[in-house]
């Protein structure tokens, strides 16, 4: 156990809120269950940059099967507050037609972004859309949008490390903090 002293940089303090070990443990469980649904085909993990990149990075060399890779930038956010209008920053250049499609996300908020995508990849006919998602805010959530793989639920507060940033910063720290 570390210890639970809050994380000061650069005159920024952080409080620790979930260990890296917790999210090593969540991975691997989320790996084994998309590999049952997904049995002998070979899904392409989808990951929604940049926050998802470390979740991503983890989540693929837990899947104990073959997969694909690709990625996608969509951006709806500016500072802490969700603007709402999501804008895709780097499309897919796979095929998606018939291919079962796992969406990589780092936290779904009020689901705009992820309500966005799914509708956008519809239109490609890929055979199924799942959503592994790993942090998830219920407080906050606006649209309705189903979470296949889901691993936490956080508090409606903001948080960084793990991929997840505050204005570009923070997504080298290995755990969680919430930015206080
Ligand atoms: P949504 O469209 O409101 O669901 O926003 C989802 C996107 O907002 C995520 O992909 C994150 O990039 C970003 N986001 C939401 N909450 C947080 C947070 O607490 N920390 C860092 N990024 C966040
Ligand atoms: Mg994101």
């Known amino acids: 156990m570390k210890e639970e002293k809050p994380l000061s940089v650069h005159g920024d303090s952080f409080t620790l809120l979930i260990e890296k070990e917790k999210i090593k443990e969540k991975i ?3 790996a084994e269950k998309i590999k049952k649904d997904a049995k002998e085909e070979n899904p392409l993990f989808l990951c929604v940059l940049k926050g998802a990149f470390i ?3 983890d989540l693929v060399r837990a899947y104990p099967g073959h997969c694909e890779v690709s ?15 999501v804008k895709t920053l780097l499309g897919i250049t796979d095929n998606l037609k018939g291919r079962f499609v ?12 992820m309500k966005y995508l799914i509708d956008e990849l519809k239109k490609q006919e890929p055979k199924c859309i799942k959503l592994a998602a790993l942090f998830t805010k219920p407080e ?3 649209c309705k949008v189903h979470i296949d793989y889901p691993c936490f639920n956080i508090p ?15 997504r080298n720290f290995p755990d969680i903090y919430t930015k206080d």
């Open 71 to 85: 990625f996608i930038r969509l951006a709806s956010y500016q500072g802490t507050q969700s603007s709402g209008n």
């Open 55 to 57: 979740f991503m990075a």
């Open 156 to 170: 409606n507060k903001f948080i960084v490390g793990y991929g997840l940033d505050f204005d570009g910063l923070y």
């Open 28 to 30: 691997e469980s989320i």
């Open 140 to 142: 906050n959530m606006q």
């Open 102 to 113: 796992v969406i990589v996300e780092d936290i779904v908020d009020t689901g705009k972004t």
